[in-house]
């Protein structure tokens, strides 16, 4: 993948490889019931842009709802890494902080998405 970074949790175990579609750019907060209480900014990965290069037995899903949003952590120090979006299924997310030499406050403020307006 060209243009690749590195993301990370905290630990180490997990570890991945994206692409992004935009680079940091449209980095953004989202106010759904979920996202509000995590906190995390996020960017879009590029179609495809995703690859777990270590730890993918370590990675825990989280649905709720329609069970159409994917969240990913890692299940031992509960960093999340990277989601499907639940307003289009063909998106990804990754978490900006766990991108490797990236300071999210480096680069805000961010918009708010408006996920709680998103039908479940």
């Not at 989280?62 to 949003?69: I, T």
Request: aromatic content about 10%; hydrophobic content about 30%; glycine content about 12%.
């Amino acid at each position: 993948m060209s243009g690749e970074k590195r993301l990370s949790c905290h630990c180490g175990a997990v570890e991945l490889t994206v692409r992004l579609a935009d680079g940091l750019f449209g980095a953004r907060r989202c106010n759904c019931s979920f996202c509000r209480r995590r906190g995390a900014v996020t960017v879009t990965a590029a179609p495809g842009g995703i690859e777990v290069t270590r730890g993918a037995d370590n990675l825990t899903l989280y649905q709720w709802g329609s069970l159409s949003a994917q969240h990913y952590f890692c299940r031992t120090c509960g960093i999340y890494t990277h989601h499907r979006r639940r307003g289009d299924s063909e998106e990804w997310a990754v978490n900006m902080g766990a991108l490797e030499d990236v300071d999210p406050s480096d680069h805000g403020p961010f918009p708010w998405f408006p996920g709680r307006d998103v039908p479940l």
